[in-house]
């Protein structure tokens, strides 16, 4: 078991560590990396459905221009039926927190 001392003693149990905020910041930035998502995967971080993600996130140009793959994004927009969509999960989370705003207030 780990322990802290600072003027007294703190045992930290078994099955927990002590890491640095920086160290922590970076296991969570870690969680997405290679990561994909599916429409389905977007919805439930958005807590939207794929009508309104579609029609107020991928499809109005502004927003289009920076998230198509064919325009350097990291979107793959399916181009003929039975395609399903693709999300590159560490940029699109950076895009949804980056724009929040604007897209919430359009």
Partial sequence: MQQLTVN??????????????VELQ???EQQ?????????DLESRTNKKSEWIKE????????RK???VDHGGF???PKS????WAFQATKMADFLDKYFQQIFTQ
């Fill in 8 to 21: 007294l003693t703190i045992p930290v149990p078994a099955d927990q560590v002590l890491i640095s905020k």
């Fill in 26 to 28: 970076e296991l969570k």
């Fill in 32 to 40: 997405l990396k290679g990561v994909y998502w599916n429409m389905k």
């Fill in 56 to 63: 107020n996130i991928l499809y109005p140009s502004r927003f």
């Fill in 66 to 68: 920076k998230l198509d």
């Fill in 75 to 77: 979107v793959y927009y």
């Fill in 81 to 84: 039926k039975g395609q399903t």
